[in-house]
């Protein structure tokens, strides 16, 4: 079979332990985001199978429909809301998605740009190779009540490093979230406004769907201290579009520590929060560690086989099997 491997930012896939396994294979692997969907359907227009990391391009209706070839799309994680599912379905086309990751990546880097933030670091580190001395004070994490939103898989490992540093962990989400985290031990807000009023450090862990879009307002940012530090390491969709760089601006929160924006890849700087001092960002390296990488694309390749062998797993639209 034919298999394209597409937005494999670091050309990561073949270094990958998994790749061996599709030795016999014709396998072309793209480095970079195509956008433009005329475009997108040029490079995949002989593509069997196309492997795509996470979210990181949308499969709408008028790309799927200008694939005749292709019968399978494997989706690292289980997360397929930017693939068409109907229009894979109609052509006949098998969508798998299975596996969940492994959470610590994302909450490392939660806490890494909780570190970076409070501490100073990218502004200290330019300033040491520039010759440069102590130029700020940092913040200390102890004694600081720490917000999570969603005590979740990832929630639950930064709530749990939050304690170990000695801050106050308060949690808010729906009654399964705020559930889990009273039987850990931990403390849910009385409301709302007082979740987002009393944490020093706010740090968002919900997953992106129709729900939890834009759930993050403006009046909830408002609402935050002018010392407070806002961390997004799920989805930029979660707080209403615009609305953080206009709260920065506004001073409430101070600060923002961010991985994850509304349209990804951001090159060129090409982002309103990449020109604000007081926003640390990253780009969108929560789960991007080899060991992630190994478990997210091994379960993909996995399914590739079963689907070539006529035994498909992982499945999320059953209806398309034996359609083509």
Not at 10 to 22: D, G, I, V
Not at 45 to 61: I, M
Not at 66 to 87: E, F, N, S, W
Not at 123 to 137: A, D, N, Y
Request: aromatic fraction near 8%; charged fraction near 25%; glycine fraction near 10%.
């Amino acid at each position: 079979m034919k298999i394209a491997v597409i937005d494999d930012y670091q050309n990561a896939f073949k270094t990958l332990k998994c790749y061996s396994k599709l030795s016999g294979h014709d396998v072309t692997v793209y480095t970079d985001t195509e956008k433009d969907p005329a475009r997108l359907v040029e490079r995949l227009k002989d593509a069997d199978v196309v492997l795509l990391t996470q979210q990181r391009s949308a499969f709408p209706r008028a790309v799927i429909e200008r694939l005749p070839k292709l019968k399978l799309i494997g989706q690292t994680g289980r997360a397929a809301t930017h693939v068409d599912l109907a229009a894979c379905t109609e052509k006949g086309i098998v969508v798998s998605a299975g596996g969940s990751g492994n959470p610590t990546a994302t909450a490392e880097l939660t806490w890494g740009l909780i570190l970076s933030a409070l501490r100073n670091l990218p502004f200290e580190v330019r300033r040491l190779k520039e010759g440069h001395w102590q130029s700020t004070l940092g913040i200390a994490i102890h004694g600081k009540t720490l917000g999570i939103y969603a005590y979740g898989k990832i929630g639950s490992i930064v709530a749990g490093v939050g304690k170990a540093f000695g801050a106050r962990v308060v949690c808010w989400g729906r009654e399964g979230s705020t559930g889990r985290a009273k039987a850990a031990g931990f403390e849910v807000a009385k409301s709302r406004n007082e979740f987002f009023a009393d944490s020093d450090i706010l740090c968002l862990h919900l997953p992106l769907n129709k729900e939890t879009r834009g759930i993050v307002t403006r009046d909830d940012l408002a609402a935050m201290k002018t010392g407070a530090l806002f961390v997004n390491t799920s989805r930029a969709g979660l707080v209403a579009a615009g609305a953080l760089a206009e709260a920065l601006k506004a001073g409430r929160p101070g600060f923002a520590a961010i991985d994850v924006y509304e349209d990804e890849p951001v090159v060129g700087a090409d982002h309103p929060l990449l020109k604000m001092d007081k926003a640390t960002c990253t780009p969108h390296l929560g789960y991007v560690t080899r060991e992630s990488y190994e478990e997210y694309y091994d379960v993909v390749v996995e399914d590739i086989l079963a689907f070539a062998a006529g035994k498909p797993s992982h499945v999320l639209n059953l209806e398309a099997l034996g359609k083509k």
